[in-house]
């Protein structure tokens, strides 16, 4: 009897045993299998901006998600041209300038998101001047309106990439559609700018790592 009741424990703690592995087993492949997604998702995911067209476009997979108006750079003070990706996202930015400094609020020059862009001093950002969209009005970095602003912020991360067209080719046609009269004069090159500094409010409790930088980030746009 003794021998019996000392087997059925073993059986019992060996079926323990397996059930907590295959269930350990389990959770490392979902693990694995979100990776993977998320992996091919930011590897896939895409802005286009078009500096003639004056438009953004987010691709997802080679498809155009949504096509947003933009303001870019104007002729003095242009926009960078080539692939970038996204450093930062702040929320609610605090901007500095010159000795100024502007709390979030309506009268915030950037807005109230900010993506910075590898490219250092450029940004996708608001405005406090929202007759500018659809103009090339900036100082070089991309500006949207609010509440386009906020919708594509909350669909990119850090680490996507930006590609900064300043001529037309096959990719934008296709993405934008023939421009609308004649095709506007091309960027000329970069000029030095003065850059301001953006920086992110005190961290709130749903703050994230890449919503909170550690340092400033610093940002181009005089308004």
């Known amino acids: 009897m003794k021998a019996l009741i000392g087997n059925l424990a073993i059986a019992a703690?060996?079926?323990?045993?397996?059930?907590?592995a295959a269930m350990a087993a389990s959770k490392a492949d979902a693990a694995s299998t979100e990776s993977t997604?998320?992996?091919?998702?930011?590897?896939?995911r895409v802005i286009v901006v078009s500096l003639e067209d004056h438009k953004l476009a987010l691709v997802e997979n080679g498809?155009?998600?949504?096509i947003y108006p933009v303001a870019v750079g104007k002729p003095s003070t242009p926009s960078p041209t080539g692939t970038f990706?996204?450093?930062?996202?702040?929320k609610d930015?605090?901007?500095?300038?010159?000795?100024?400094?502007?709390?979030?609020?309506?009268?915030?020059?950037?807005?109230?998101?900010?993506?910075?862009?590898s490219k250092a001093g450029y940004g996708i950002h608001g405005t406090n001047e929202p007759k500018s969209i659809g103009k090339a009005a900036s100082h070089g970095c991309i500006r949207m309106a609010k509440p386009d602003l906020e919708e594509l912020y909350a669909q990119v991360?850090?680490?996507?990439?930006?590609?900064?067209?300043?001529?037309r080719n096959d990719e934008t046609a296709k993405l934008f559609g023939d421009p609308a009269g004649a095709a506007?004069?091309?960027?000329?090159?970069?000029t030095a700018q003065t850059e301001p500094t953006v920086?992110?409010?005190?961290?709130?409790?749903?703050?994230?790592?890449?919503?909170?930088?550690a340092a400033p980030v610093a940002g181009a746009e005089l308004r």
Not at 85 to 90: A, C, D, L
Not at 184 to 189: E, G, I, M, V
């Open 13 to 20: 703690v060996m079926g323990i045993a397996v059930r907590t």
């Open 184 to 190: 506007p004069a091309a960027q000329p090159l970069m």
């Open 199 to 213: 920086t992110a409010p005190a961290p709130t409790a749903e703050a994230t790592k890449a919503d909170s930088p």
């Open 157 to 167: 991360q850090v680490g996507d990439t930006v590609e900064i067209v300043g001529q």
């Open 37 to 44: 997604a998320a992996a091919q998702q930011k590897a896939t």
């Open 93 to 117: 930015p605090v901007y500095h300038h010159d000795g100024r400094t502007v709390q979030p609020g309506p009268g915030n020059p950037v807005g109230t998101r900010w993506m910075g862009l």
């Open 85 to 90: 990706t996204i450093e930062r996202r702040v």
């Open 63 to 66: 498809e155009a998600v949504k």
